[in-house]
């Protein structure tokens, strides 16, 4: 028979593991909360920035940047639509990544803390990816831009940084879906 001390000590134990597996359980399912709550605010955001893109390709035709500046009244418009879609797609980037970080703070397994931020790392990219095509949008709303040669010098730079976000962005999910199917259904 034991002691009295040591059976209580001995439920205090497993009373804290107890506590401790829940708790870490807790954790899993904190985690793939936040990361289900990222997942529907990156799709959100990248349905703004497919908006986004649509608008832009009809602002940026052919024709429409060889007549500028003479038809920048008649771009503003939108100009303007596309800024707010892209306004919209960066904060909900912000929004996921956040969500990202969030849970790979908690106390979960290290490949799903890896994935968590590599995601995190992902929806940043959407954000350089929105903010570098709002600029080439507010090149539009840009009085001092006089000249056809300053407005496609400064669409070829901004264009050349957002191209290297995307890419980027792609490269990071290429990662974080290789550890997700490499998880072997861990990573939901």
Same mark, same amino acid.
Do not use: W
């Given at each position: 028979?034991?002691?009295? $001390?040591?059976?209580?000590?001995?439920?205090?134990?497993?009373?804290?593991?107890? &506590?401790?597996?829940?708790?870490?359980?807790? @954790?899993?399912?904190?985690?793939?909360?936040?990361?289900? %709550? $990222? *997942?529907?605010?990156?799709?959100?955001?990248?349905?703004?920035? +497919?908006?986004?893109?649509?608008?832009?390709?009809?602002?940026?035709?052919? #024709?429409?940047?060889?007549?500028?500046?003479?038809?920048?009244? +008649?771009?503003?418009?939108?100009?303007?639509? %596309?800024?707010?879609?892209?306004?919209?797609?960066? &904060?909900?980037?912000?929004?996921?990544?956040?969500?990202?970080?969030?849970?790979?703070?908690?106390? =979960?397994?290290?490949?799903?803390?890896?994935?968590?931020?590599?995601?995190? *790392? !992902?929806?940043?990219? $959407?954000?350089?990816?929105? %903010?570098?095509?709002?600029?080439?949008? *507010?090149?539009?709303? #840009? #009085?001092?831009?006089?000249?056809?040669?300053?407005?496609?010098?400064?669409?070829?730079?901004?264009?050349?940084? =957002?191209?290297?976000?995307?890419?980027?962005?792609?490269?990071?999910? @290429?990662?974080?879906?290789?550890?997700?199917? !490499?998880? *072997? $259904?861990?990573?939901?």
């Amino acid at each position: 028979m034991q002691p009295q $001390g040591q059976r209580a000590t001995l439920l205090v134990i497993a009373f804290l593991l107890t &506590g401790l597996a829940i708790g870490c359980g807790n @954790a899993a399912e904190q985690a793939n909360k936040l990361a289900g %709550e $990222g *997942q529907k605010l990156d799709e959100a955001a990248s349905k703004s920035l +497919q908006d986004a893109l649509a608008i832009h390709l009809k602002l940026f035709s052919e #024709d429409n940047v060889l007549g500028f500046p003479k038809n920048r009244e +008649q771009l503003k418009g939108e100009a303007q639509l %596309e800024i707010d879609a892209l306004n919209k797609s960066a &904060g909900g980037f912000r929004d996921a990544a956040s969500k990202y970080d969030e849970a790979s703070k908690l106390r =979960v397994d290290d490949k799903l803390k890896q994935y968590l931020s590599l995601r995190a *790392q !992902e929806s940043r990219k $959407g954000v350089e990816q929105s %903010e570098g095509t709002r600029t080439m949008a *507010q090149t539009v709303l #840009d #009085d001092s831009i006089k000249t056809l040669d300053v407005y496609v010098i400064k669409l070829a730079d901004t264009r050349t940084l =957002v191209a290297k976000a995307a890419k980027e962005q792609q490269d990071i999910r @290429a990662q974080a879906d290789k550890l997700r199917a !490499e998880s *072997q $259904g861990k990573i939901k």
